[in-house]
């Protein structure tokens, strides 16, 4: 195995791991950051959801060994306090309800947020498409979005 080194929520991390591990399983089984989930493992329903350079994207794809030098940013660091204002909507709106997509859902809207700081409930469908709840939650998921946006 290679050892590579990460940075994950401002922080540099040395791994060691196959160079095809997704970047899923080094957070969760490497280093412990269970707040990224597991949901399909293709890349469809994004529950896995984190920041790759401040861009929405898939963990379960993305190998270790393609991350060198990129800034990655996990559930556990979108905000130090959990008060980022996309997880205050979240905790408003009473958007959970299993609980499981939720932090892909809020790690899709804050980069949504981040690139359109005002998005049209178009722009919010479109963003959203990818991330799967299946307690169907997506009226209180585009009305926390829409507060959030508000703030």
């Known amino acids: 195995m290679k050892k590579y080194s990460v940075k994950i929520n401002k922080k540099v991390h040395q791994v060691e791991a196959?160079?095809?591990?997704?970047?899923?399983?080094?957070?969760?089984?490497?280093?412990?950051?269970?707040?990224?989930?597991?949901?399909?493992?293709?890349?469809?329903?994004?529950?896995?959801?984190?920041?790759?350079?401040?861009?929405?994207?898939?963990?379960?794809?993305?190998?270790?060994?393609?991350l060198a030098g990129m800034e990655i940013t996990t559930i556990e660091g979108l905000s130090a306090k959990g008060d980022h204002p996309v997880q205050k909507a979240w905790v408003d709106v009473d958007v959970a309800q299993c609980g499981y997509c939720q932090s892909g859902q809020i790690m899709s809207a804050a980069a949504l947020l981040k690139n359109t700081p005002n998005p049209t409930e178009e722009d919010i469908e479109n963003f959203m498409t990818g991330n799967i709840c299946r307690c169907g939650t997506y009226t209180r998921i585009k009305k926390a979005i829409q507060q959030a946006a508000s703030k």
């Not at 095809?20 to 293709?42: A, S």
């Not at 929405?56 to 794809?61: D, E, K, L």
């Open 18 to 66: 196959d160079e095809n591990m997704p970047l899923l399983w080094v957070l969760r089984d490497i280093l412990g950051m269970e707040g990224t989930k597991y949901g399909c493992g293709v890349g469809s329903c994004g529950a896995c959801t984190v920041h790759l350079n401040g861009d929405a994207v898939r963990s379960c794809q993305l190998p270790i060994s393609a």
